[in-house]
């Protein structure tokens, strides 16, 4: 089946825009994690959906950033007023559950540039 | 503040080489350790992980080892292979809570020459 897919691959934008992030998660997973990978770095949490509702979101950098995922399924992370600092590979990851144990299958991520 | 300290950042290997890769944590709540492979332009994927109730874990040709008195762990490759050329993060959760908020290490940037 199909893995974790993410859109867009890349995303160029200006200082002070706004974006869109989303991420498709593996058919029947429950669990939706966001992370941010810094170039050189492991990816950092940001945020944590179980189902719809945002059950960790501690790894959010600001006010800026907010996830959502009305119904379940896809995710969208929304940056508001992008920063140069924001630049980054975005990764989603799935689980088809949520405990700790349980495997998190990973998309290709998002690379944003903010010019 | 860097809870997992993974080295070495990069480290060049001739085939049939045994890679080691070593992380260290300091929060003793982490009771969950897997270990991930990263290809340019990949996410990660799960290589192999242990719990600390055990010293060793094999899968294949990777080897997990855990010292938890030191809190350290470690990757080895055994035979490695230029496909294994990648990315090798280590993780970690920590108990007490019950979804897989992961922390991860720098990275290691393997390389393997034929």
């Known amino acids: 089946g199909a893995g974790v897919s993410q859109t867009p691959s890349n995303k160029v934008t200006e200082k002070g825009k706004y974006v869109e992030l989303r991420c498709d998660p593996i058919?029947?997973?429950?669990?939706l994690y966001w992370y941010r990978q810094s170039l050189g770095q492991g990816p950092e949490f940001l945020i944590y959906?179980?189902?719809?509702?945002?059950?960790?979101d501690s790894g959010l950098p600001n006010d800026r950033f907010f996830a959502v995922r009305p119904e379940g399924s896809v995710s969208t992370l929304k940056i508001q007023r992008t920063e140069r600092g924001d630049s980054a590979v975005y990764l989603c990851?799935?689980?088809?559950?949520?405990?700790?144990?349980?495997?998190?299958?990973f998309g290709p991520g998002t690379r944003l540039t903010v010019l | 503040q860097q809870q997992v300290k993974q080295s070495p950042q990069s480290l060049i290997v001739q085939k049939g080489g045994i890679p080691i890769i070593n992380c260290a944590y300091e929060n003793t709540a982490f009771d969950y350790f897997p270990w991930y492979q990263q290809f340019p332009g990949k996410g990660p994927a799960l290589l192999i992980a242990?719990?600390?109730?055990?010293s060793e874990k094999k899968e294949g040709r990777f080897t997990i080892s855990f010292n938890k008195s030191a809190k350290q762990f470690s990757l080895h490759i055994m035979d490695s292979q230029p496909g294994d050329s990648a990315t090798y993060f280590c993780?970690?959760?920590?108990?007490?809570?019950?979804?897989?908020?992961?922390?991860f290490g720098q990275g290691t940037i393997l390389t393997v020459h034929p």
């Open positions: 058919s029947g997973h429950t669990a």
């Open positions: 993780a970690a959760v920590a108990g007490g809570t019950s979804y897989g908020k992961l922390t």
């Open positions: 242990i719990r600390p109730d055990v």
């Open positions: 959906f179980q189902g719809t509702g945002a059950a960790d």
């Open positions: 990851a799935s689980s088809p559950l949520a405990g700790r144990y349980n495997e998190q299958f």
